[in-house]
């Protein structure tokens, strides 16, 4: 067969009954506070429950974005075993979580990490970069899931609970300004409008940075005339509102609903051609804020986003029913130079070659969710709960791709189609709980999963100056109908130590890649992926509370696991190889040596390999001529390379990763305290594409971060100065690789910023 390619603490699952809200708690001055999440839709402390999650408060990624960054990328690293990443701007972040994600850009592309919203699912690629703000927690479910949350994922959840509204008046605000003109404000108020019957809460996120990018093309490309610009491009303006609305008319009853809306305006993602060099990955001679674009027009990106969503729950006493429904849409364009330069500055066999333009733009995305759900009063010996969720995703979705060789122009004879998109999904889920010793307490959930994926070809615009037509399908359908489960067992040794394990098996549905017809090839699909994980962990605390010590050690199989690389055109195409196998670990430890000391260590350790000797991926190559050093055994088809993948690791799978962070607080004689605290974060070897070359790998990426400033009495206020990626690190984060082109990080970003509590 061949193939054809490119390229923490530690807690809980279990049971499903109404999760309540849940308050941020201070830590005592002589120790560390208790952690409450709601990875089994119940309030819990994190040390007794039985799964691998990570956690990151809400005041924690306020830091990690206080120059402007994005607030999903932020995330990467900050939880062991999580890396976040993107080659299409803001609007695309992808997710991996102990090294299973999906590299591919196509807009319909879909993702085995799922995200979740104040317990609505995100899934199409562009509603996952909902920016999170006004946020209480971050909770990180690694592994797969299936019988409480999402339609079903084999890699894991990310979960972000919003700040509630609340009977009493109560509002924060952190408002920062920075290098680049950069901007953020994230902020929310609210209180009672009727006391005890009726509470709002009102949410912002404004973020802004001015273009820092020079394009420095001069010259004449396929359809422009160019000069330099300065400050043409790397900025953006992202707006966002949110309002809650909170009914309680009776003891019982409880309605939530909220509306939201984003406007963004920005720059997508820059690829800096011929970064890299034949040989090497040092991308320290490129310059960081200039390139030399011929398309693209600046590369503007653009979309605006709606959604909302009622939450009703009905407590019986011996048990709740809770309805979830959540609306979803949104509608923009993103547009790039997707070969990162002009043309003319980079000649293949001494010809100028690969004007490349690409523009996606869903003309209209429309997703709906609807979740029911029955759970047994939480607490006691016994837990329960069941339910069902229908889910459904359509799209229009236009694409528009130039990939002109002048050696080859024929290469190019369809540029532009229209696609419709429908996914469906239905489920059926249960999990129990049940102490059946003292300290001793087990559980197990199941669900019956159907998704169906369908793809439609509306319009297509053939060349008519090569007199092409297309010949590949234009509808498309896959189903698929499975089942998925989970079982652990948690033991309590005493208060202060707990020991649990789990073993799960989830699937994702089969996939469709439709973007192929850009270039007048066939659709291309990939069958549904199962995995089977199992994980051993500890939860300690330790030394009168002042040190939490947590740690897992898990593996996994992914058969059937579903890939994406490139074909001949540089356009991603889907295949399955046989399975992928991982193993590793993650740990994280929190520590107050004296009370005014707080010190942090996240780390994550991973190896993944893919097994399948019949597939090969397609490696880097202009006109046949293979521009970068493959490390990987090769064949020949035709003009096309193809390298063999057998024992590769995942993509954007780091080797290891490893998190520190401290502070340490002054009290003042006011009742104040000044503080200092810092974070850093470095990545171990990752790899960017499915085969081994020394050009596409990273290895010691490292970033810090650091925070100076005053808090006032009751921390009331807070004021400071901060840096981010304060040593100014370049770091390489994608590639484009028929071009040699690479991505980088943020820049440093230096600033200040205030914050403030009022209640």
Known sequence: MLGVACGSMLGGSAAFAQAAPVQEQAAPEDGLGDIVVTAERRSENLQKVPLSVGVASGDDLRTYTSGGDDTLLALSGRVPGLYVETTTGRIFPRFYIRGLGNIDFYLGASQPVTIIQDDVILEHVVLKSNPVYDVRQVEVLRGPQGSLFGRNTTAGIIKF?????????????????????????????????????????????????????????????????????????????????????????????????????????????????????????????????????????????????????????????PAALTSITAYETTSGFSRGDTDGGAAANFPVGGQPNGFGESQGQIRDLDQWSQELRVAGTPGGKFNWQFGGLYFDTRDVTDFYQRAYFLTTPQRNPNNWVRLHDVNTSWAGFGQISYEIAPKLTITAGGRITEDKKRTQLLKTANSVSNGVTYKGRTDVTLKATKPSWDA????????????????????????????????????????????????????????????????????????????????????????????????????????????????????????????????????????????????????????????????????????????????????????????????????????????????????????????????????????????????????????????????????????????????
Not at 179 to 202: M, T
Not at 259 to 271: E, I, K, N, P, V
């Open 161 to 317: 609970d919003t700040n509630k509204p609340t009977n009493n008046f109560e509002s924060r605000a952190t408002a920062s300004v920075g290098s680049y003109n950069s901007v953020s404000l994230d902020a929310g108020v609210g209180g009672p409008l009727i006391k005890d019957l009726l509470s709002i809460r009102l949410s912002t996120l404004i973020q802004h940075r001015e273009n820092y990018i020079d394009n420095r093309f001069a010259g004449v490309s396929q359809d422009s005339t160019a000069t330099p610009r300065k400050d043409a491009m790397g900025g953006f303006d992202d707006r966002n509102v949110r309002v809650q609305l909170m009914l309680t008319p009776s003891q019982g009853f409880t309605l939530d609903v909220s509306g939201h809306a984003r406007w963004y305006d920005g720059t997508s993602t820059l690829f800096h051609r011929a970064a890299l060099k034949k040989g090497s990955n040092d991308v320290s001679g490129e310059p960081r804020n200039s390139v030399s674009l011929d398309e693209g027009n600046d590369n503007p990106q653009s979309y605006n986003t709606y959604g909302g969503s009622v939450r009703a729950t009905y407590d019986f006493g």
């Open 488 to 759: 652990s067992v948690l033991y309590q040794v005493n208060p202060d130590i707990s020991l649990y394990s789990r073993v799960a098996e989830g699937f994702r549905g089969p996939t469709i890649q439709g973007r192929s017809a850009v270039f007048n090839s066939d659709f291309t699909t990939a069958n549904s992926e199962t995995i089977l994980s199992w994980e051993t962990g500890i939860k300690t605390r330790l030394l009168d509370n002042t040190l939490t010590l947590n740690a897992t050690v898990f593996g996994y199989r992914v058969k059937d696991i579903q890939l994406n690389g490139n074909d001949v055109n540089g356009n991603g195409v889907l295949f399955n190889a046989d399975k992928a196998e991982a193993y590793g670990m993650e740990a994280e430890a929190n520590w107050k040596p004296v009370p005014n000391l707080t010190l942090g260590a996240g780390l994550s350790l991973l190896h993944s390999a893919i097994r399948d000797k019949r597939v090969y991926a397609q490696v880097c190559a202009l006109n046949g001529v293979v521009v970068c050093t493959v490390e990987d055994p090769t064949i020949k088809v035709g003009t096309n390379v193809f390298a063999q993948i057998d024992g590769e690791p995942l993509p954007n799978a780091p080797e290891y990763n490893v998190d520190l962070t401290a502070r340490y607080d002054q009290p003042l004689g006011n009742g104040g305290h000044a503080f200092i605290a810092g974070d850093f974060n470095i990545q171990g070897y990752t790899q960017f594409v499915l085969y081994k070359t020394k050009e596409f790998t990273a290895n010691g990426n490292f970033e810090g971060g650091l925070k100076i400033g005053y808090a006032a009495p009751n921390d009331a206020y807070e004021l400071a100065v901060f840096a981010r990626n304060i040593t100014g690190e370049k770091n390489l984060k994608g590639v484009i690789e028929n071009y040699m082109a690479a991505v980088f990080n943020e820049p440093r970003i230096i600033g200040v910023s205030l914050s403030g509590k009022f209640r």
